[in-house]
Every structure is written in structure tokens, then in C-alpha cells.
């Protein structure tokens, strides 16, 4: 069972900072529903490889759900959606039986994968996504809606992909050709690796 978090979001980033604040603020309302689970938020000013590295993951060592709120490639994590603060993998104790769970856009292509080495698990999307310009409350629901799956009902991340991909496919049967397209490319795109069919809370 995962007791320990840590939320890492980027709201200063020049394009989307807002909208990852409302992920935050979404994230942290739920996991306060679990006692049990222990949290740190860490802000733009500190979404740095160095003080990750050095000064914040070797002080967890207990397995840690990971929520990133940021812009982010195939193989890793942006701070304005241009500097790398967390690349291929998570190198510490807690990523062992932890879990990444990534809003970022491609990062299940190859980071994602690679967690699996370290005995960790992944939820997130493998191609470019989009937020709707008008409709950023219906892109965080979708966005976040696997981790209200996986936090407040204890699903499994087949599960909670399920139950994502569901929430996406009501959205685009109620928004208009434009949109629709932009939620059906996110939808397709989640992927998770590692320990698929149990919960981690």
C-alpha cells in the first residue's frame, strides 16, 4: 500500500501554468480523502534535476506516488516546456513499487516504460495531448479522472484507464467536431505499465 506523495507541478510555465494549478488543487483535495497518505507539493521554483536529485527523492524511502503536473517528451519531464528537470527514470528508494502518474504529454512512450525497471508503475499518455482552450474544467475531469480512480475507489490502473477512457468517450459524444477530435487523441493515448491489475491504496 502506497502512504507517501509527492506532487510536483509547474505554475509558472508560460502556457498552461493555471491549468496545471487546478490539476494540483484537484490532486491535493483528493488525496486528503486518505489520511494514510503523506504529501509534499513541489512548485515551478523547484522543479530543478539538481534539488530533486540531491535534496528531495533520496530523503523518501518509502514506495511514493508520483503525480507531475508539467509539459514533458518522450523520455522526460519540462519546466516550461522547455528545461528537463526529471529524465528516463526516478533514481530513488521510492519509485520501488511506487507509482507515476504523469498529465504530461508523451511521457508513457519511453519514461514511462522505463519506471517499470525500477520496479514502478506508470499512468499517463504516449503522444502529444491538448487542453481545449474553452473547456480546461473538461480536460482536468479527463485528465484526473484516473487518479480519482485509482486514490478514492482503489481501482486498479487497468481499471482506472477504463473508467478514464470512459469519462473521455462522454465528453466527445457532447462537444463539438473540434474538441471531440482533440479528447479522442488523449483518450487513445493513455498508457500505463508496470503492476496493472491491483490497487495501490
Not at 483535495?29 to 521554483?45: G, M, N, P, R, V
Request: aromatic residues 10%.
Amino acid at each position: 500500500m502506497i502512504q507517501n506523495s509527492i506532487l510536483i507541478c509547474d505554475e509558472q510555465d508560460a502556457s498552461l501554468g493555471s491549468y496545471f494549478k487546478t490539476c494540483l488543487d484537484y490532486a491535493e483535495a483528493l488525496i486528503d480523502t486518505k489520511d494514510i497518505i503523506k504529501k509534499e507539493c513541489i512548485s515551478s521554483q523547484y522543479c530543478d534535476a539538481t534539488f530533486l536529485d540531491i535534496a528531495l527523492f533520496p530523503k523518501h524511502k518509502e514506495k511514493t506516488l508520483f503525480v507531475i503536473m508539467t509539459h514533458g517528451t518522450i523520455n522526460c519531464f519540462l519546466k516550461n516546456a522547455s528545461i528537463p528537470f526529471i529524465e528516463d527514470t526516478i533514481n530513488c528508494e521510492c519509485i520501488n513499487g511506487g507509482l507515476v502518474y504523469s498529465i504530461a504529454c508523451s511521457t508513457g512512450e519511453v519514461f514511462g516504460s522505463k519506471i517499470v525497471e525500477k520496479n514502478g508503475s506508470f499512468y499517463g499518455y504516449n503522444k502529444p495531448v491538448e487542453v481545449l482552450p474553452q473547456y480546461q474544467k473538461i480536460s482536468r475531469e479527463c485528465d484526473m479522472w484516473g487518479l480519482h480512480g485509482l486514490v478514492a475507489k482503489n481501482l486498479s490502473l487497468e481499471e482506472a484507464k477504463k473508467e478514464a477512457q470512459e469519462k473521455y468517450s462522454y465528453y466527445i459524444d457532447r462537444t463539438k467536431m473540434l474538441d471531440a477530435a482533440r479528447l479522442r487523441k488523449a483518450r487513445d493515448s493513455i498508457v500505463i505499465h508496470g503492476n496493472t491489475n491491483h490497487s495501490f491504496f
